[in-house]
């Protein structure tokens, strides 16, 4: 196939480029490298340097790329961001969706793979773990454009027989994560911990997250293409369904990096979800798609990324 890739210079998008290049497809990658960084990019990639917010690009590279299929993971990452400032938010992960979703449809394209997010358009949760059937609320700007994406996409869909899968993530880890910025906890207290600097444990580290595999992700994004040529349609938690507070990560890491700081905290973060954590049942089921990477062994990978080793 001929797949068009936004943001695959970023964490997660590059995972996804190199899985897509190994089972033999041809990969272009849009990416403005706000975030994305250029050693994250696989050699056997085209690469456009291109904002998804400028439509007239959007629109020149879908008429003349012939792609099969479009996976859109780029856009503005940062919950606390989109709070600060969720007009800024909205330019990118909706604006900016649009502009890219409009020019696939003109040009032909007929199959998408969207990156949404389970930790956010669920908001907080009424049951656990929550599966796609939970009721959609979210309490962050960057959860309403997720969300607000999915449904343009159904819209799409009903007027122009656009084919796609929403997979929604949890808490993505995994190697190449920038541990600035947008980065989750585990980058962050990686990072951290590996220049001898004790990390900071907000509220009191009860709180739970639902932690996967940065290439289990990458697995996930090829089991949708398949999952398409069935010509299907569909929406996916991707997730371990596994709670993990952050204590737990805390100590984990902590005996992975080989330290023994003692827990630092600070107050609890006004907003922060409580606990979070989702069901994989559906994409079992669906996509054929089960997380294989133990939680342990998976910081260990990642802490190894950091380490230069």
């Not at 996976?71 to 606390?80: E, F, K, P, S, T």
């Not at 990118?92 to 998408?112: C, D, K, P, T």
């Not at 929550?130 to 607000?148: C, M």
């Not at 798609?289 to 950091?306: C, D, H, L, R, V």
Request: aromatic share 10%; glycine share 8%; with cysteine.
């Amino acid at each position: 196939m001929n797949i068009l890739v936004t943001g695959g210079a970023g964490f997660i998008g590059s995972h996804i480029v190199d899985r897509y290049i190994a089972a033999g497809h041809r990969v272009t990658v849009i990416d403005n490298f706000s975030t994305g960084v250029r050693e994250n990019l696989n050699p056997q990639a085209d690469i456009i340097e291109a904002d998804v917010r400028d439509c007239g690009t959007m629109k020149s590279l879908l008429r003349f790329g012939k792609f099969d299929l479009v996976n859109h993971h780029a856009a503005q990452l940062d919950v606390r961001a989109s709070v600060q400032d969720p007009q800024f938010d909205a330019e990118i992960n909706i604006i900016g969706s649009l502009n890219l979703l409009q020019a696939a449809v003109e040009s032909g394209v007929r199959q998408v793979i969207f990156a949404s997010s389970a930790g956010t358009v669920y908001g907080e949760q009424e049951y656990f773990p929550a599966d796609e059937r939970h009721p959609t609320n979210p309490i962050s700007p960057y959860g309403v454009a997720k969300l607000t994406v999915e449904k343009y996409l159904h819209y799409y869909h009903h007027i122009a027989g656009l084919k796609y899968v929403v997979l929604r993530y949890t808490n993505v880890y995994g190697p190449r994560q920038n541990p600035h910025g947008e980065a989750g906890v585990v980058a962050i207290f990686c990072q951290q911990m590996l220049h001898h600097t004790a990390p900071i444990i907000y509220g009191d580290g009860q709180q739970t997250r639902d932690y996967v595999f940065a290439l289990d992700v990458a697995n996930a994004n090829q089991a949708a293409l398949e999952y398409l040529a069935a010509d299907r349609t569909g929406v996916f938690n991707i997730c371990s369904n596994t709670e993990t507070t952050v204590n737990q990560l805390f100590h984990l890491l902590n005996r992975v990096a080989g330290r023994d700081f003692p827990e630092t905290y600070a107050p609890a973060r006004s907003g922060e979800q409580l606990r979070s954590v989702c069901s994989y049942h559906r994409a079992q089921q669906e996509l054929g798609w089960t997380p294989s990477m133990n939680f342990e062994q998976g910081i260990a990978e990642t802490m190894k990324f950091y380490t230069g080793n």
